[in-house]
């Protein structure tokens, strides 16, 4: 039962109430608030921290790889491939701006795509970087993309045949950057309740009506930025959960691995961090199983991803695999987000494929603009 006291401070109508406090319903929240510092924002979160992707990310502060962008434009057309580049490379400046470098733990390391088979992919990014760079070169001003097959041996890596580069690219701390979030959030005077689900939502003229584990609560406007869970409330949002596993190893002794690193068209993408290597991907190993929302981990995945850390990545060191976790993405045609208005108090922004650290502050902004 709800007592006198909880029903008086936890179940009062809110202006606005967003579901899920990731890195999209905490920039909106944020937003929001700037425009209109007098209203109630109430974020609603079902986990203990985040039970998405936000904390359980790689960090990537990426907006394409000569092959990610190249198979992007045998599926759409020219002008959506570069306006995603367009729009990462803007919501990344975003996210800096917002909470700055070193709240974000933000490294220019670069990115870097590794071809270990000559299947051909090298190949045709080779003949096609004249014309990303000049593509690339429109948005940000400079050339990002060239050949670095000297940096093979500086990095320790084995069967590697060759190295493409991105100067554009970084990485971020995505605790830190978490964190950093979530402070201004509360800094900012928005309320987030964790532990509590949103099973359902209803509207009347008046409110929109949540019905929650927590029992009910009422607001003018409600926003659903629940990323991969987003069918779980809009059945229509032909949102597909996809699942990411992810390994981390030991410290390991004069590191030689340093930048942001992609590899087989992106399925697999490593880094460094505090003298570790985080590695993750091998969704595409079992696709069925990995289209879920359960957070587990996946043992055939795990085993793929610490054979290719000892025969490509770190053949030479030794580590041990410290932690491993799991997260959950939402994935949807044409790499489109879904940003938009449902009914008189309803909103959404979710979808954000695996590009959210880029592009979510910028979702949340926008978003924010739509609801105000
Ligand atoms: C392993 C992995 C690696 C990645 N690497 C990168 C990368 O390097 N670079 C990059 O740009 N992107 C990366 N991504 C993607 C990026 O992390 C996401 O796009 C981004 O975090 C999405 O943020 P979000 O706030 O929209 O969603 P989320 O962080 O998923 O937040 C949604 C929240 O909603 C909550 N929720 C869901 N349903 C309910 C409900 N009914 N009631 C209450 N709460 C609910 C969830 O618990 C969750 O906390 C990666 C993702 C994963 C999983």
Redesign the pocket.
């Known amino acids: 039962m709800i007592s006198y006291w909880e029903q008086k401070t936890f179940y009062h109508h809110r202006h606005l109430i967003i ?9 909106a929240a944020i937003y929001f608030k700037r425009k209109f510092p007098g209203k109630d924002v109430l974020v ?4 203990p ?14 907006f394409g790889s000569a092959s990610e962008l190249l198979a992007d434009l045998k599926k759409l057309n020219e002008e959506k491939v570069f306006h995603l580049v367009s729009e ?1 490379i803007r919501g990344l400046q975003n996210l800096r701006n917002l909470l700055g470098d070193e709240n974000i733990g933000y490294e220019p390391l670069h990115g870097f795509e590794l071809f270990r088979h000559n299947d051909g992919l090298y190949e045709n990014c080779l003949d096609h970087l004249d014309y990303l760079n000049e593509k690339v070169r429109s948005i940000t001003g400079s050339n990002v993309y060239n050949v670095a097959d000297k940096k093979i041996k500086i990095f320790g890596f084995e069967n590697v045949e060759h190295i493409i580069e991105n100067e554009g690219e970084g ?1 971020v701390d ?1 605790g830190k950057m978490y964190l950093s979030l979530l402070q201004l959030a509360r800094e900012s005077g928005i309320e987030i309740l964790n532990g ?4 359902r939502y209803d509207e009347n003229d008046k409110c929109v009506i949540l019905d ?1 584990t927590y029992g009910k609560i009422t607001g003018d406007k409600f926003l659903i ?6 069918s ?2 809009l059945k229509d949002s032909h949102t597909i959960p ?5 390994l981390i190893t030991s410290v390991i002794k004069d590191l030689k691995v340093k930048g ?1 690193f992609h590899m087989d068209e992106g399925f697999y ?1 490593f ?1 460094n961090i505090d003298g570790r290597v985080l590695f ?1 991907g091998g969704r595409n190993l079992d696709f069925e199983t990995e289209t879920t929302a359960e957070l587990n981990l996946n043992e055939m995945i795990q085993a793929q991803l610490e054979k290719i850390l000892h025969e490509i990545i770190l053949p030479d060191d030794d580590f041990k695999i410290e932690q491993r ?6 994935f949807g045609d044409e790499k489109q987000i879904i940003c938009k208005q449902i009914s008189e108090g309803v909103f959404c ?2 979808r ?9 502050t910028l ?1 949340g902004k926008e978003v924010a603009e739509m609801m105000g």
């Open positions: 579901c899920g406090a990731g890195f999209t319903g905490l920039s609603i979160e079902k986990d921290v985040n039970g998405g992707a936000s904390t359980k990310n790689a960090g990537f502060a990426c990462r990485q995505t509590i689900l949103i099973n929650t930025a629940n990323n991969g869970f987003a779980q409330i996809a699942r990411a596993q992810v942001s993408y880094r993750g976790w799991s997260g959950i993405m939402g922004a979710v954000l494929n695996g590009m959210g650290l880029a592009l979510s979702l």
